[in-house]
């Protein structure tokens, strides 16, 4: 029998514990990239997003980032109101707290794709988050997180802030591994892409694609 995956202890603290409602009552509108790496992140959509399927934008903001070629739905769960209002893509706005409530208020396998945006640094509870991702993708659907060297520190964890651009991948699939153990799917083709431009913004995206039981290997 495989040991439940352990973070150490305080990994997810951070510096400005203050409700995160408060933090984000101000719509700031911003990209932790630059043109390139917003670039090659709507490319790798492009590649990875049903064109006419259902979305969920996860912890959405101003900007979706997907190609002009997708023509399905976009349903936006973030902190800011005021920002998703702004963002074109959206058909739907949910305010959601999911460091309150990792609970995702959506049916099983409603989604064709998920994507989680620069902002998997500020998830205190991201295991139970990344699950409930699981629970709402349709088997086979991606789910797509990416993430620059850029990002609010007081509200990012612990473990983000200290670790390199490198390990800050580690975290993220140990997040997708930690997610699988004792639950009803599994994260299959699990893959890892970097932006690294000698002048710019670095980019790194990691993916992967539902699985369920009977897909698992033996």
Not at 45 to 67: I, K
Not at 132 to 143: D, Q
Request: glycine share 6%; net charge neutral.
């Amino acid at each position: 029998m495989t040991r439940p995956f352990e973070f150490p202890p305080g990994a997810f603290r951070r510096a400005d514990e203050e409700d995160d409602r408060l933090f984000y009552a101000s719509a700031r509108r911003v990209v932790h990239l630059d043109a390139p790496a917003l670039a090659a992140l709507t490319r790798v959509y492009g590649s990875l997003v049903p064109s006419n399927g259902c979305v969920l934008d996860l912890m959405a903001s101003w900007r979706s980032h997907l190609p002009t070629s997708f023509t399905g739905t976009v349903i936006g769960l973030g902190m800011s109101r005021a920002e998703m209002l702004d963002n074109p893509r959206l058909a739907q706005a949910i305010v959601h707290d999911l460091n309150r409530d990792p609970h995702l208020p959506f049916a099983d396998d409603a989604f064709d794709a998920s994507l989680c945006a620069v902002s998997v640094q500020y998830l205190t509870r991201p295991v139970e988050v990344f699950r409930e991702v699981g629970r709402t993708l349709r088997p086979g659907a991606p789910f797509i997180v990416s993430f620059s060297n850029r990002c609010f520190p007081e509200k990012a964890v612990a473990i983000w802030r200290v670790a390199t651009e490198a390990q800050h991948v580690a975290i993220v699939t140990a997040y997708f591994a930690a997610a699988a153990d004792g639950a009803a799917h599994g994260w299959g083709l699990l893959r890892e892409q970097a932006f690294t431009p000698a002048d710019g913004d670095p980019l790194r995206i990691v993916w992967g694609v539902k699985t369920v039981a009977a897909d698992r290997p033996a």
